[in-house]
C-alpha cells in the first residue's frame, strides 16, 4: 500500500505518516520544500513525483494548511484569503484532481483533514473558518464525482495540537474536558482508510467540542 500524506512534516501529518507506516504503508511525507500547494502545477508535481517514488499510490491525504492566525475582520488583507484558501481548499481540490488516475486503479481513497473551524463561526479566523467550510463540501464533491472507485472522506479535529498554555482553556471547551493529540487525528485517517463502505462523510475528532453551546471568538 502506497500513501502520499501532502502536509506530513506537520504535527498532525506527521503523526498520520507515523500512523501508516506501522500498518504497513510505504510513505511519502511531503512537506512545504517538496512544492506549492496553492497553485494546481505544485499540487500535480508533488502527486507525479511521489507516485513516481511510490510505484503508483492508493492514498492521498492532504493535511497542510496555510493562514491560520487570529486577525479582526477590518484587519484582513488579500494575501490573508488567498493564503487561507490557497493551500486548504485549492490544494484539496488540485491534489485530488491530479491523484484521482492514479488511485482510480488501486480503488484507492483520499482523506482531508478538515477542521471544526468549517462549522464554527469565529470571527478572528474568518478567512480560516471560510476555507475550511469550502474543503468540508469539497469533501461531499469529490465523493460523488470520483465514485465508485475512489472514496473520499474528512477527518475534522477540534483541539489536538495545542501549546501547554492554551491546553486548560481548551480542554475546559469540550464535553470530554480534555484535549486530544495528533495520534488521535491519525487513528481516523487510518479507520477511513480502510472503512470500505464509507464515502462523502466527515469524522470529527473533537472530543465534542461541536456539542458546547455558546460561542467562541477563537480557536
Do not use: N
Amino acid at each position: 500500500m502506497r500513501a502520499l500524506v501532502a502536509g506530513g512534516t506537520g504535527k498532525i501529518g506527521r503523526a498520520v505518516a507515523e500512523a501508516l507506516g506501522r500498518r504497513g504503508y510505504e510513505v511519502v511525507a511531503a512537506g512545504r520544500r517538496d512544492g506549492d500547494l496553492s497553485t494546481a502545477a505544485g499540487a500535480r508535481s508533488l502527486v507525479q513525483r511521489s507516485a513516481s517514488r511510490l510505484g503508483g499510490l492508493d492514498l492521498l491525504v492532504h493535511a497542510a494548511g496555510d493562514g491560520f492566525r487570529p486577525q479582526a475582520v477590518e484587519e484582513v488583507e488579500e494575501s490573508d484569503w488567498d493564503a487561507a484558501f490557497g493551500v486548504t481548499a485549492k490544494g484539496s481540490f488540485f491534489l485530488s484532481q491530479a491523484a484521482a488516475p492514479l488511485l482510480r486503479p488501486a480503488r484507492g481513497s483520499i482523506v482531508l483533514i478538515e477542521d471544526v473551524a468549517a462549522e464554527q463561526a469565529w470571527p478572528l479566523f474568518a478567512p480560516h473558518c471560510a476555507a475550511k467550510a469550502a474543503q468540508r463540501m469539497l469533501t461531499r464533491v469529490l465523493a460523488r464525482a470520483l465514485a465508485p472507485e475512489i472514496r473520499v472522506c474528512g477527518v475534522a479535529p477540534g483541539p489536538v495540537a495545542v501549546t501547554p498554555e492554551q491546553e486548560e482553556r481548551r480542554a475546559a471547551e469540550t464535553v470530554l474536558g480534555r484535549v486530544g493529540t495528533p495520534q488521535d487525528v491519525a487513528e481516523a485517517v487510518v479507520y477511513l482508510a480502510g472503512a470500505s463502505f464509507v464515502t462523502g462523510t466527515s469524522l470529527v475528532v473533537d472530543g465534542g467540542r461541536l456539542l458546547q453551546s455558546g460561542s467562541s471568538r477563537g480557536a
